[in-house]
């Protein structure tokens, strides 16, 4: 069982900057990959980008050179640096843990950027 526990959504103008930060606890397994999902109203789920425990980064094409996504294994917390941010990146966004070997994924409940001037 895995806990995921998000932080440091907010209210920030265009061009500004924001970082999220997604601590995980429970049972967790050393092989795994964490990540950021954005959801906007009537929209589905999306990726916005992952990490590997292994350091391996995937983004969505919309945020690359804008967003950066880390991890700190030995606090098993994941973070998302969000600069340049535009009206566009206004969603929920929820973080992801998944156990790579036994398959089990994990959502966080959520935390609300709005980029708005």
């Known amino acids: 069982q895995v806990q995921l526990v998000e932080s440091g959504g907010g209210l920030v103008q265009p061009g500004g900057s924001l970082r999220l930060s997604c601590a995980a606890s429970?049972?967790?397994?050393?092989?795994?990959?964490m990540g950021w999902y954005q959801q906007a109203p009537g929209k589905e789920r999306e990726l916005v980008a992952t990490?590997?425990?292994?350091?391996?980064?995937n983004y969505a094409d919309s945020v690359k050179g804008r967003f950066t996504i880390s991890r700190d294994n030995a606090k098993n917390t994941v973070y998302l640096q969000m600069n340049s941010l535009k009206p566009e990146d206004t969603a929920v966004y929820y973080c992801?843990?998944?156990?790579?070997?036994?398959?089990?994924?994990?959502w966080g409940q959520g935390t609300q950027v709005t980029v708005s001037s």
């Open positions: 992801n843990y998944r156990a790579v070997l036994a398959g089990y994924a994990y």
């Open positions: 429970g049972s967790i397994s050393s092989i795994n990959v």
């Open positions: 990490i590997r425990s292994g350091g391996v980064t």
